[in-house]
């Protein structure tokens, strides 16, 4: 992670801090407005975004003056999804543990210091977290499986991370403190288990455990998501299901590599 942001190129950091504004936005842009918003020139801000609609990243609304999402954003989100995609004996085992714990079952994978959900499986009785979906990666302090990866980064690497998204309340119960934090990680460490209750979303709680690849190397989790009340009543039932869940899929990802044929 370190050395991030050695030899950017200003000008595709401008167009893509653009892109990432009107893909916030509610609505369409003016020009003027992200202008604005961004600290930059107008002339300046005409050139990103024409270069942006040039390659279909955004469209222009000429009745609107104005400036939205365009198709290549969605093709780039196919292709994620595509290349993050779990391999069918993880989303075997995500359908196991949804089944025997009776919640919304989740597979993130570790991609570059970013815990990115790969698959969900959940059904109308027990839904996943709506925010949830393949391709989440943020707030890694409030989630399972983020703490999972927080836990298992050098020092140096995990505390470059919480600087750059910092530790912001997503919920009144999310852990803010960094001492406090760093306690939930130790405990993390020590019980291969990693436990958010209320501080992703408010009275949903969720549970992960780690999944290793051959060489016991942590590449992702394997979690569930449920009502507070019921991880509270349910909670060693569930845990073990979890735990079970992440050993089989450590399993599988392991025979996965060994039946992968090497290079010629």
Not at 11 to 37: F, I, Q, T
Not at 210 to 219: E, K, L
Not at 227 to 234: K, L
Request: proline fraction near 6%.
């Amino acid at each position: 992670m370190r050395g991030k942001g050695a030899g950017l190129l200003q000008s595709v950091e401008r167009a893509m801090r653009v892109l990432d504004h009107v893909a916030a936005a509610g609505g369409p842009v003016p020009a003027r407005d992200a202008a604005v918003a961004l600290g930059l020139t107008l002339p300046t801000t005409y050139h990103l975004l024409a270069t942006l609609v040039q390659a279909g990243y955004l469209v222009h609304l000429s009745d609107q003056k104005a400036y939205a999402l365009g198709h290549r954003v969605d093709d780039l989100a196919r292709a994620l999804h595509r290349q993050i995609a779990a391999p069918p004996e993880v989303r075997r085992v995500a359908a196991v543990v949804h089944r025997q714990a009776h919640a919304a079952a989740y597979y993130a994978a570790l991609r570059n210091a970013e815990m990115i959900v790969a698959h969900v499986d959940e059904c109308p009785v027990h839904p996943r977290i709506r925010v949830l979906d393949v391709g989440f990666h943020e707030a890694p302090h409030a989630t399972a499986f983020g703490k999972l990866m927080l836990a298992t980064l050098t020092p140096a690497d995990r505390d470059e991370l919480l600087d750059r998204t910092g530790t912001p309340a997503v919920t009144p119960a999310t852990v803010t403190d960094r001492a406090v934090l760093l306690r939930q990680l130790r405990q993390v460490r020590g019980t291969g288990l990693a436990v958010e209750v209320n501080e992703f979303q408010p009275d949903l709680s969720c549970l992960a455990a780690p999944v290793n690849d051959a060489t016991g190397r942590f590449i992702g989790a394997v979690a569930v998501s449920l009502p507070t009340s019921r991880m509270r009543a349910d909670r060693w039932t569930v845990e073990r299901v979890v735990r079970l869940g992440a050993v089989r899929a450590s399993r599988a990802v392991a025979l996965q590599s060994t039946l992968r044929p090497g290079p010629p």
